[in-house]
Protein backbone atom coordinates (compact mmCIF):
# COMPACT_ATOMS: atom_id res chain seq x y z
CA UNK A 1 0.00 0.00 0.00
CA UNK A 2 1.82 3.57 -1.04
CA UNK A 3 2.54 5.75 1.95
CA UNK A 4 0.76 9.21 2.38
CA UNK A 5 2.42 12.06 0.91
CA UNK A 6 1.70 15.62 3.03
CA UNK A 7 1.26 18.30 0.62
CA UNK A 8 -1.69 19.80 1.39
CA UNK A 9 -2.97 21.47 5.22
CA UNK A 10 -3.01 18.16 6.91
CA UNK A 11 -4.99 17.74 10.37
CA UNK A 12 -2.74 16.87 13.30
CA UNK A 13 -4.80 13.96 14.72
CA UNK A 14 -4.52 12.03 10.98
CA UNK A 15 -0.53 12.67 10.78
CA UNK A 16 0.10 12.07 14.62
CA UNK A 17 -2.31 8.67 13.56
CA UNK A 18 -0.17 8.22 10.21
CA UNK A 19 2.96 8.01 12.41
CA UNK A 20 1.85 5.72 14.71
CA UNK A 21 -0.84 3.78 13.39
CA UNK A 22 -0.51 0.35 12.48
CA UNK A 23 -0.98 -2.90 14.69
CA UNK A 24 2.64 -3.07 15.77
CA UNK A 25 4.08 0.60 16.16
CA UNK A 26 3.80 1.24 19.37
CA UNK A 27 5.00 -1.65 20.72
CA UNK A 28 7.55 -1.48 18.44
CA UNK A 29 8.61 1.52 19.69
CA UNK A 30 8.15 0.83 23.64
CA UNK A 31 10.86 -2.64 22.63
CA UNK A 32 13.44 0.10 21.68
CA UNK A 33 12.25 2.74 24.54
CA UNK A 34 12.73 -0.08 26.95
CA UNK A 35 15.82 -1.90 25.76
CA UNK A 36 17.75 1.34 23.69
CA UNK A 37 17.85 -0.54 21.31
CA UNK A 38 16.40 -3.52 19.41
CA UNK A 39 17.86 -5.84 16.75
CA UNK A 40 15.80 -7.51 13.83
CA UNK A 41 15.95 -11.31 14.37
CA UNK A 42 16.32 -10.59 17.94
CA UNK A 43 12.79 -8.89 18.23
CA UNK A 44 11.19 -10.97 15.81
CA UNK A 45 11.38 -14.01 18.42
CA UNK A 46 10.04 -12.13 21.19
CA UNK A 47 6.91 -10.50 19.47
CA UNK A 48 4.17 -12.55 17.66
CA UNK A 49 4.62 -11.01 14.05
CA UNK A 50 5.41 -11.36 11.08
CA UNK A 51 8.87 -10.49 9.56
CA UNK A 52 7.50 -8.88 6.24
CA UNK A 53 4.93 -7.09 8.48
CA UNK A 54 7.68 -6.47 11.09
CA UNK A 55 9.89 -5.35 8.21
CA UNK A 56 7.08 -2.64 6.77
CA UNK A 57 6.68 -1.51 10.22
CA UNK A 58 9.96 -0.58 11.08
CA UNK A 59 10.62 0.94 7.35
CA UNK A 60 7.51 3.31 8.25
CA UNK A 61 8.61 4.45 11.63
CA UNK A 62 12.44 5.16 9.88
CA UNK A 63 10.42 7.31 7.36
CA UNK A 64 8.13 8.96 9.98
CA UNK A 65 11.36 10.03 12.06
CA UNK A 66 10.83 8.10 15.10
CA UNK A 67 12.95 4.90 14.27
CA UNK A 68 16.97 4.90 12.94
CA UNK A 69 18.69 2.11 11.45
CA UNK A 70 22.31 2.18 12.11
CA UNK A 71 24.51 -0.30 10.52
CA UNK A 72 27.86 -1.26 12.32
CA UNK A 73 29.98 -2.58 9.34
CA UNK A 74 33.22 -3.23 11.01
CA UNK A 75 31.92 -6.81 12.31
CA UNK A 76 30.59 -9.42 9.90
CA UNK A 77 27.97 -9.69 9.21
CA UNK A 78 27.16 -6.15 10.02
CA UNK A 79 25.22 -5.60 12.92
CA UNK A 80 22.06 -3.67 12.55
CA UNK A 81 20.22 -1.93 15.36
CA UNK A 82 17.21 0.18 15.39
CA UNK A 83 17.22 3.54 17.76
CA UNK A 84 14.94 6.01 18.69
CA UNK A 85 15.48 9.36 17.14
CA UNK A 86 14.78 12.43 19.09
CA UNK A 87 11.56 12.81 17.90
CA UNK A 88 10.76 9.05 18.78
CA UNK A 89 11.94 10.13 22.44
CA UNK A 90 9.22 12.75 22.64
CA UNK A 91 6.52 10.51 21.37
CA UNK A 92 7.14 8.49 23.98
CA UNK A 93 5.68 10.18 27.27
CA UNK A 94 3.03 10.25 24.88
CA UNK A 95 2.24 7.22 24.28
CA UNK A 96 2.54 5.69 27.97
CA UNK A 97 -0.44 8.18 28.89
CA UNK A 98 -2.38 6.48 25.88
CA UNK A 99 -1.57 3.00 27.81
CA UNK A 100 -2.17 4.22 30.79
CA UNK A 101 -5.56 5.37 29.49
CA UNK A 102 -6.59 2.43 27.60
CA UNK A 103 -5.72 -0.08 30.55
CA UNK A 104 -8.10 2.15 32.53
CA UNK A 105 -10.86 2.27 29.97
CA UNK A 106 -10.35 -1.43 29.65
CA UNK A 107 -10.74 -2.24 32.81
CA UNK A 108 -13.58 0.16 33.47
CA UNK A 109 -15.81 -1.58 30.80
CA UNK A 110 -14.64 -5.18 31.38
CA UNK A 111 -12.33 -5.66 28.67
CA UNK A 112 -10.61 -8.88 28.78
CA UNK A 113 -6.45 -7.57 29.02
CA UNK A 114 -3.73 -9.64 27.94
CA UNK A 115 -1.02 -10.68 30.47
CA UNK A 116 1.46 -9.80 28.33
CA UNK A 117 0.46 -5.88 28.76
CA UNK A 118 1.72 -5.83 32.07
CA UNK A 119 4.72 -7.97 31.62
CA UNK A 120 6.58 -6.11 29.80
CA UNK A 121 5.40 -2.73 31.52
CA UNK A 122 6.74 -3.23 34.79
CA UNK A 123 8.37 -0.28 35.44
CA UNK A 124 7.36 1.91 38.14
CA UNK A 125 6.07 4.94 35.53
CA UNK A 126 3.27 2.30 35.10
CA UNK A 127 2.99 0.58 38.38
CA UNK A 128 2.62 3.49 40.16
CA UNK A 129 -0.57 4.43 37.76
CA UNK A 130 -2.19 0.94 37.23
CA UNK A 131 -0.87 -1.22 40.50
CA UNK A 132 -4.24 -1.95 41.87
CA UNK A 133 -5.77 -3.11 38.13
CA UNK A 134 -2.56 -4.86 38.20
CA UNK A 135 -3.22 -6.50 41.37
CA UNK A 136 -7.04 -7.39 40.32
CA UNK A 137 -5.82 -9.20 37.02
CA UNK A 138 -2.78 -11.26 38.86
CA UNK A 139 0.36 -9.31 37.98
CA UNK A 140 2.10 -8.16 40.81
CA UNK A 141 5.43 -6.89 40.46
CA UNK A 142 7.82 -7.05 43.46
CA UNK A 143 4.72 -7.51 45.72
CA UNK A 144 6.89 -7.91 48.93
CA UNK A 145 8.83 -4.89 48.27
CA UNK A 146 5.58 -2.33 47.18
CA UNK A 147 3.53 -3.80 49.90
CA UNK A 148 0.67 -4.64 47.15
CA UNK A 149 -1.85 -7.65 47.90
CA UNK A 150 -3.79 -9.63 45.34
CA UNK A 151 -7.73 -8.29 45.50
CA UNK A 152 -9.83 -12.13 45.65
Known sequence: MARTVF???TNPY???LHCIGGKWKMTILHEI??????H??????V?????KVFSQQLKELIEDGLVQRNVDSSV???AV???LTQAGEELIPVLDILYIWSIRQMDAKNVPI???AFVVHKSEKYVNELNEIMADNGFIPDAERRGIARKK
Open 7 to 9: EDA
Open 40 to 45: FNQTLK
Open 14 to 16: HYA
Open 81 to 83: EYV
Open 76 to 78: YPP
Open 47 to 51: LPISE
Open 114 to 116: DAD
Open 33 to 38: ETYGKI
